[in-house]
């Protein structure tokens, strides 16, 4: 335990964390709904190899699944490095990767506009505040002004290749 409580990364787990539990939570309470996939940074990082996402999932809302990559914001890095991170999830899209929306989950609403000023490019990004329950319309997809809900951002799940875990070797998509 004194471990785990002395890890300088511990309010960043607890956070990624938290984002999943919300989902779960919502999914329990709003049938239709379901979390098909949660998986940690560790998990991620292994099988998409290029990025470092803070973690990934299957959001599904009736007929509709969407993948999404989650990066936890605690507002300890500058935005021009959380910015930066996006360049490794364009080389995963080139290489026929899913095109899944980066979910920047951060700690302010004004942490969130300075950061909209910034994104922009081909990979699809939103934003949304710690307050909100991320299941909700509360994402803000760069370079929009109107908030969805997380089943309604744009997701490709792109082609059945060997650097892509969203398919098995038959090509068959896995949730």
């Not at 996939?37 to 998990?43: F, G, H």
Request: hydrophobic share 40%; net charge negative; with cysteine.
């Amino acid at each position: 335990m004194h471990r785990l409580s002395a890890n300088p990364h511990l309010t960043h787990l607890l956070l990624a964390n938290e984002f999943f539990v919300r989902l779960t939570a919502h999914a329990r309470h709003h049938p239709g709904t379901s979390l098909d996939r949660w998986w940690s940074e560790t998990t991620t990082t292994k099988q998409f190899r290029t990025i470092t996402a803070d973690g990934h999932g299957l959001w599904s809302s009736g007929d509709t699944t969407v993948g999404f990559f989650l990066e936890a914001d605690t507002g300890t890095e500058p935005l021009g490095r959380v910015v930066a991170k996006l360049d490794r999830y364009a080389q995963l899209t080139r290489r026929g990767g899913p095109r899944y929306p980066v979910l920047f989950w951060l700690g302010s609403a004004h942490r969130e506009e300075h950061l909209h000023r910034l994104l922009g490019g081909e990979v699809p990004c939103a934003t949304a505040t710690h307050a909100a329950d991320p299941a909700d319309a509360v994402w803000l997809a760069a370079g929009t002004t109107a908030r969805v809900r997380l089943a309604d951002l744009p997701s490709d799940h792109g082609q059945p290749v060997a650097d892509n875990p969203t398919f098995d070797d038959d090509g068959v998509f896995l949730t």
